[in-house]
């Protein structure tokens, strides 16, 4: 049997955040391992128990964020996955990866793997179209990060437009396809 494929799933401070546990369910469900990686503002939105019931598996945080199988969490988990996910990705999370910030244990991974990274963004329509967020999205596409979505429709907010998070049955499946061989 081959081994199974291993991904990154980081969640970010969004309102989207929820809709995470869905994404981690139905990869868990097609034989992925997920290692879920929560910034500190997405513990204000989900909660790191969630995600270990769905994955069964470790889920990190800045309170298990030093080492893991010998080496720094961050090398860990860079070198071991297939690919790393961010969903949602928060306006924060697309500037820190553009501009190579890495305070925590998720951006710091970002930029030690050397797994393709796809990134679905999910916030207001008027974050997303703010000029600093469009230029970080032009800047990572160009080193070859993926972005799937946003989508427009009614914001949790309260406004209409484009920054819903991409639907997530889309996500999974996306992800599914370049897992194959
Ligand atoms: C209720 C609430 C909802 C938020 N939703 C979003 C969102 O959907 N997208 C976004 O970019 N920021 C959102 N923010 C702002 C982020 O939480 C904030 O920028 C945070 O610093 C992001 O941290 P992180 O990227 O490290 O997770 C929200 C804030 C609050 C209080």
Redesign the pocket.
């Known amino acids: 049997m081959s081994k199974p494929h291993r991904i990154v799933l980081g969640?970010?401070?969004?309102?989207?955040?929820y809709r995470a546990a869905e994404l981690a369910s139905t990869l868990t469900k097609e034989g992925v391992e997920v290692d879920v990686v929560l910034?500190?503002?997405?513990l204000?939105?989900i909660t790191a128990l969630t995600f270990q019931a769905l994955t069964r598996r470790e889920v990190y945080t800045r309170e298990n964020d030093g080492m893991r199988d010998g080496q720094p969490a961050h090398i860990s988990l860079a070198d071991q996955a297939d690919l790393v996910v961010v969903a949602?990705?928060?306006?924060?999370?697309?500037a820190?990866l553009a501009h190579g910030l890495a305070p925590?244990l998720?951006?710091s991974l970002l930029l030690a793997t050397p797994a393709p990274v796809i990134i679905a963004?999910?916030?207001?329509g008027k974050?997303w179209h703010h000029p600093a967020t469009q230029d970080n999205v032009i800047l990572l596409r160009r080193r070859n990060v993926e972005f799937i979505g946003p989508e427009a429709g009614l914001?949790?907010?309260g406004y209409e437009g484009l920054?819903r998070?991409w639907p997530v049955p889309e996500i999974a499946r996306e992800i599914l396809a370049r897992l194959k061989p």
Request: net charge negative; with cysteine; charged share 10%.
């Open positions: 969640v970010t401070g969004s309102i989207a955040a910034t500190d503002e997405a204000r939105f949602p990705a928060t306006a924060h999370l697309i820190q925590d998720l951006t963004p999910a916030m207001n974050m914001l949790a907010c920054g998070l």
